[in-house]
């Protein structure tokens, strides 16, 4: 295994970030390289999910992962851990990630010929709703202890997204969540929005969602 | 019960937050109202917590509750039905308060004679403990499920806090979550920070944070 990439991020210069964002977008296009930015509250289990997604999907396509956070590389190594190949992203505080930053990620991944790459963005329901990354595909986690509340409270993060990925829903028993209502806020939010109930713990859903998101490459 | 009023903030036109944040804070120590403010990630509990500690302290002081959320105002609306004088404030899809947003609510909590004031800041891990919002204590709240490694990826929470809240530990034989790790990260960000394990949900733990704050006053 390589060493780790740990990668401090500059701050943007680029204006108009969503000019910039459909730039990236088209020229990964080019390169046959499909981005999925993964957003959610912290804890809700992005690196988690990831590691549950890849034992699916690191068998049939070149995947690649680049895991942003504030300070330290435990995501990344996690990942790395499991045989792909992976770099950590540090925003140096930033909350977010814009497609600038998430281009100085890609050019250290080092990723020709690589199908799929999938951005685990800073853990933080608002911020990075508002800058596009550059991804083809947005998804966002809910977990089952946050509450069925939160598309309320957050609406931004679910009117980006094109997937909600309901999450630990192994432990439904212990918690107050009304997955009926998780579904139908998410939906008011945005109605074209795709929900995959998960357990990235006992691996319940994921072939679900490892299906769906090979169909999109 | 009054109607309840929902604030839609400015955008604050001070310069230097820090010197209006000191200002704030003084001026409610001259009127002998204490602020704390509470952060936390989405869905950690910072309501139900709030709740739990506005059943032991009401009865003994007067205390009143700023929720800010970016949307909705299911959070007031749950404190207001608990009998305790609370204000909605809306950030206008901004991630986080400062001393001026703070000053905004104050005005229309309408709180001369109030001891206490808690004001149940944005879910959010990040953009929060940048800002000073003239409280006189911060607290954040690290729930079970979250997992222990959130001080190593977001330090400058931790660092500003003076209390770290460990809740919902009613689920803690459901979770892979290491009390001792999660101690030792936080003190490692912030060597002065208190712990309080509490789950808001069975009550466990409420009457020592209660306690504490008491004493605070």
Chains 1, 2 share one sequence.
Not at 135 to 153: C, F, Q, R, Y
Not at 201 to 209: C, H, Q, V, W
Request: with cysteine.
């Amino acid at each position: 295994m390589d060493e780790l990439k740990i990668i401090e991020l500059r701050e943007s210069v680029f204006e108009d970030n969503n000019a910039d964002a459909a730039l990236l977008r088209q020229s990964l296009k080019e390169e046959k390289t499909f981005l999925i930015n993964l957003m959610s509250a912290p804890g809700s289990g992005k690196t988690t999910t990831l590691l549950a997604l890849l034992k699916k999907l690191a068998p049939k396509i070149n995947v690649g992962v680049m895991e942003a956070d504030i300070d330290s590389a435990v995501d990344a190594e996690a990942i790395a851990a499991a045989g792909v190949r992976s770099i950590q992203l540090h925003t140096g505080g930033m909350c977010h990630l814009d497609a600038d930053m998430c281009r100085q990620g890609l050019r250290e991944l080092d990723y020709e010929g690589t199908e799929l790459i999938i951005l685990e963005n800073v853990g933080n329901l608002v911020c990075p709703a508002e800058f596009d990354t550059g991804a083809h595909m947005n998804m966002t986690i809910l977990s089952v202890p946050e509450g069925h509340d939160k598309p309320l409270k957050y609406p931004l993060m679910y009117q980006t997204c094109n997937a909600l990925i309901i999450n630990k829903i192994d432990t439904l028993p212990y918690f107050d969540f009304d997955m009926d209502k998780a579904i139908a806020y998410a939906k008011m939010r945005n109605p074209e929005i795709l929900v995959f109930p998960i357990s990235a713990k006992t691996g319940e859903g994921i072939d679900a969602l490892a299906d769906w998101i090979l169909g999109l490459i």
